[in-house]
């Protein structure tokens, strides 16, 4: 098997001859890469822009010498879930209904999650081709513009997740005072969704402060042909991969939540506030799957696209 020894590579050429290799690679076959650092970035630049059509191995872990096969998986052109939703929006409701995560595993294929979650593909198939056909009211997200894009973000679920986090942790405390004796997982639940609220508080300052008018320079500069300065981050892949990684920590918060109270399944002994409080967080979850799918499967890829378009001084 090839060996690419990226050391005797110049660093800004680095990552593009280890593309180059990759994209001439055929089905099921594998290159090494020879490093002298941990090329986990590489790892997440190869996932943003291509997709999950490949493996990741580890030969050789350092402290000196890090050595990683990577190998491009058979039919890598299978549309992905992101793929499949960001088409036709639509088909979130089914995968919602069957609990696929369309968001944060979005660039999975659909037998790839059929068989991890023990799932009949053909029943999943059927349900996709039996939902409803004749709603057509839904907004076509893959057509915005990305500035457009990133406004409704901000406006309409940035909007939701800050006038519904200050609430949501005050009642999930709340509720686990008066019933965690009872019920204890109640404890756990609000300290979870405490820890997901402050850490997506901080997550949404970075996308509006950073991130977002940072797209939209690349729109604009595409728009009026202007060149743009190098961002102090790099290149954009950077911080979506940031943001991609806070996503899927989310995901798993509310994955754990909705575990421990059983798919927000109500006792007899719940009062109001503990109604409440499942409705919102199913609520909330909704929105998180909504949201994340617009960022990850949509905005952050046409972002990478859009870069490479752009002249930088």
Same mark, same amino acid.
């Given at each position: 098997?090839?060996?690419?020894?990226?050391?005797?590579?110049?660093?800004?050429?680095?990552?593009?001859?280890?593309?180059?290799?990759?994209?001439?690679?055929?089905?099921?076959?594998?290159?090494?890469?020879?490093?002298?650092?941990?090329?986990?970035?590489?790892?997440?630049?190869?996932?943003?822009?291509?997709?999950?059509?490949?493996?990741?191995?580890?030969?050789?872990?350092?402290?000196?010498?890090?050595?990683?096969?990577?190998?491009?998986?058979?039919?890598?052109?299978?549309?992905?879930?992101?793929?499949?939703?960001?088409?036709?929006?639509?088909?979130?409701?089914?995968?919602?209904?069957?609990?696929?995560?369309?968001?944060?595993?979005?660039?999975?294929?659909?037998?790839?999650?059929?068989?991890?979650?023990?799932?009949?593909?053909?029943?999943?198939?059927?349900?996709?081709?039996?939902?409803?056909?004749?709603?057509?009211?839904?907004?076509?997200?893959?057509?915005?513009?990305?500035?457009?894009?990133?406004?409704?973000?901000?406006?309409?679920?940035?909007?939701?997740?800050?006038?519904?986090?200050?609430?949501?942790?005050?009642?999930?405390?709340?509720?686990?005072?008066?019933?965690?004796?009872?019920?204890?997982?109640?404890?756990?639940?609000?300290?979870?969704?405490?820890?997901?609220?402050? #850490?997506?508080?901080? $997550?949404?300052?970075? +996308?509006? /402060? !950073? =991130? *977002? &008018?940072?797209?939209?320079? %690349?729109?604009?500069?595409?728009?009026?042909?202007?060149?743009?300065?190098?961002?102090?981050?790099?290149?954009?892949?950077?911080?979506?991969?940031?943001?991609?990684?806070?996503?899927?920590?989310?995901?798993?918060?509310?994955?754990?939540?909705?575990?421990?109270?059983?798919?927000?399944?109500?006792?007899?002994?719940?009062?109001?506030?503990?109604?409440?409080?499942?409705?919102?967080?199913?609520?909330?979850?909704? #929105?998180?799957?909504? $949201?994340?799918?617009? +960022?990850? /499967? !949509? =905005? *952050? &890829?046409?972002?990478?696209? %859009?870069?490479?378009?752009?002249?930088?001084?």
């Amino acid at each position: 098997m090839e060996i690419l020894d990226v050391t005797l590579i110049e660093p800004r050429f680095k990552h593009p001859a280890i593309f180059k290799k990759f994209d001439e690679l055929a089905d099921e076959k594998a290159f090494i890469i020879n490093n002298d650092h941990d090329p986990k970035p590489l790892y997440y630049q190869l996932l943003a822009e291509r997709g999950q059509i490949f493996t990741w191995e580890y030969l050789e872990n350092g402290p000196e010498t890090w050595q990683v096969k990577i190998q491009k998986k058979l039919n890598q052109n299978e549309e992905t879930i992101g793929e499949m939703v960001t088409k036709d929006f639509r088909k979130a409701q089914v995968f919602k209904k069957l609990g696929i995560d369309f968001c944060c595993g979005g660039k999975k294929t659909l037998k790839e999650v059929c068989d991890k979650k023990g799932i009949d593909l053909k029943k999943v198939e059927e349900e996709l081709r039996s939902f409803n056909e004749k709603d057509n009211t839904t907004l076509d997200f893959n057509q915005m513009e990305l500035d457009f894009l990133s406004d409704y973000i901000v406006n309409i679920h940035h909007k939701y997740v800050k006038e519904s986090l200050p609430f949501m942790t005050e009642l999930a405390t709340k509720v686990a005072k008066v019933h965690g004796d009872q019920h204890p997982e109640l404890l756990e639940v609000a300290r979870i969704f405490n820890s997901l609220a402050q #850490d997506f508080g901080l $997550h949404l300052m970075k +996308e509006e /402060n !950073i =991130l *977002f &008018p940072y797209i939209k320079e %690349l729109v604009t500069a595409k728009k009026e042909d202007k060149h743009l300065p190098t961002a102090s981050f790099g290149k954009v892949n950077n911080p979506t991969q940031m943001m991609e990684t806070e996503h899927e920590q989310a995901g798993v918060d509310m994955g754990a939540i909705r575990k421990l109270t059983n798919n927000y399944q109500l006792p007899q002994d719940a009062c109001n506030s503990y109604r409440i409080l499942f409705k919102k967080l199913a609520e909330f979850e909704n #929105d998180l799957f909504n $949201h994340v799918h617009l +960022e990850n /499967n !949509i =905005l *952050f &890829p046409k972002s990478i696209v %859009l870069e490479k378009e752009i002249i930088f001084d």
